[in-house]
Each structure stands twice: as C-alpha cells, then as structure tokens.
Nanobody
C-alpha cells in the first residue's frame, strides 16, 4: 500500500507560480509511474501531467503544456508539479496518483490506470 499526501496549494494571483509536492509513504514509488490530476468545482477530474518511473518520459495536458513541469525525486519518495504562469482556469483541487508498476518508459494519462490517490490540495488562481 502507498499513501500519498499533497501539499503546496494555496491562493495565487494570475501569472504567479506554485509548486505542489506529493510525498509517498508505505513503500517506495521508485518504480511507480506518477501523475497529477485536477478537478474543478462541478467538473470531472482531468489529467494534468504524468511521469514515468525512470523520470525520463513526461506527458502533459495541452492546457498546461509549456507552463507546468512534473518531476520526481526518488531519494525523497516525492513527486512535484511546478506551475508557472497560472491562470484562473487552473483553479481546482489537485490530486497526486501512483500506479503500482509499469515498464520504466511508460506514462499513463487516464485516471483508471492509477492505483493510489492522495486527498488533494486546493489551488485557487485569482484574476
């Protein structure tokens, strides 16, 4: 079992930056593909970014490409989401997700592919 805890959310003005962290416990996530999803009020959960367990492969939603960066630190058992040039439409609860295992170069962008989820952290971008 893996427990995931997100942090780093908050209120920021449009154009600002935030860095989300997802700390894993219970076991190592060094061989787990990881991802961030988000869910805005009244909307379905949507994919944001994913990273392979090797860290060499990443994938982004078109809406965040060029502004967000996903990364991982296996030594700290933590995944990050650096969010720059934030827009009001980025306002949502952001969730971290982990998959048990996959080949080192594979990423997944569908929620059902992931086995573990954090509780989420709120990001609010004011205009």
């Amino acid at each position: 079992q893996v427990q995931l805890v997100e942090s780093g959310g908050g209120l920021v003005q449009a154009g600002g930056s935030l860095r989300l962290s997802c700390a894993a416990s219970g076991r190592t996530i060094s061989t787990s593909p990881m991802a961030w999803f988000r869910q805005a009020l009244g909307k379905e959960r949507e994919f944001v970014a994913a990273v392979s367990w090797s860290g060499s492969i990443t994938r982004y939603a078109d809406s965040v490409k060029g502004r967000f960066t996903i990364s991982r630190d296996s030594a700290k058992n933590t995944v990050y989401l650096q969010m720059n040039s934030l827009k009001p439409e980025d306002t949502a609860v952001y969730y971290c997700a982990a998959k048990d295992w996959a080949m080192q170069w594979i990423v997944f962008s569908t929620a059902r592919d992931y086995d573990y989820w954090g509780q989420g952290t709120q990001v609010t971008v004011s205009s």
